[in-house]
């Protein structure tokens, strides 16, 4: 089973300012990976998918990048609704696909 | 729009069974993928069960192996999550998702709708 690692746990941002997370794969996962935003009550909203693809609807603040194992998602400005929690997901392998374990951000 | 609707959750005793079921609108339901992803309080998300737009090649996670069993209606565009022998480690919101690409054999694996989720919660 490929382990995804998501970093920091915890990110303190100010609102406008850049907001990097990281996600690293224990093996190659090529460019099969997603990206999730998920408020406290909510299910979770497909950001990016394919690394580097935005989903539908999503705003071009939010842009992923990295292939095989080392993937980040920046928020270019963070807004009062993008504090969240974000998840990262290989979905390369068949199966089972999987789940870092989540990256808060928060207002500073 | 796309609407994804689960229902059937509630409060079970460990050993017993629940069924979970997802209504389906907004797209061409037999034509897609679909995943059951529970998330237990407080924890991160677990894809438990993936089944084709066909119906065939599931997938369960380990946990689940042997004791849920995925299915779907196309004719009724609804999805099922069939749950027996629960244990309290089952406890968690079950979402449904939708697959993000049509027609594949085993499912692309992102999820581009989600459901709201539904709670079991598993307790003596």
């Known amino acids: 089973e490929i382990v995804m690692t998501q970093s920091p746990a915890t990110l303190s941002v100010s609102p406008g300012e850049r907001a990097t997370l990281s996600c690293r794969a224990s093996?190659?996962?090529?460019?099969?990976l997603a990206w999730y935003q998920q408020k406290p009550g909510q299910a979770p909203r497909l950001l990016i998918y394919?690394?580097?693809v935005r989903a539908t609807g999503i705003p071009a603040r939010f842009s992923g990048s990295g292939s095989g194992t080392e993937f980040t998602l920046i928020i270019s400005s963070l807004q009062s609704e993008d504090f969240a929690v974000y998840y990262c997901?290989?979905?390369?392998?068949?199966?089972?696909?999987?789940f870092g374990q989540g990256t808060k951000v928060e207002i500073k | 729009q796309v609407q994804l609707v689960e229902s059937g959750g509630g409060a079970v005793q460990p050993g017993l069974s629940l069924r979970l079921s997802c209504a389906a609108s907004?797209?061409?339901?037999?034509?897609?993928?679909m995943h059951w992803v529970r998330q237990a309080p407080g924890k991160g998300l677990e894809c438990v069960a993936v089944?084709?737009?066909?119906?065939?090649?599931?997938y369960y996670a380990d946990s689940v192996k042997g004791r849920f069993t995925i299915s779907r209606d196309n004719s009724k565009n609804t999805l099922y999550l069939q749950m027996d022998s629960l244990r309290p480690e089952d406890t968690a919101v079950y979402y449904c998702?939708?697959?993000?690409?049509?027609?594949?054999?085993?499912?692309?694996?992102?999820?581009?709708?989600w459901g709201q989720g539904t709670l079991v919660t598993v307790s003596s």
């Open positions: 998702a939708k697959d993000g690409v049509a027609g594949l054999r085993t499912a692309a694996g992102f999820s581009d709708y």
């Open positions: 907004g797209f061409t339901f037999n034509r897609y993928g």
């Open positions: 089944i084709p737009y066909d119906g065939n090649n599931k």
């Open positions: 093996q190659s996962v090529s460019s099969n």
């Open positions: 394919r690394a580097s």
């Open positions: 997901q290989q979905y390369n392998d068949w199966p089972p696909w999987t």
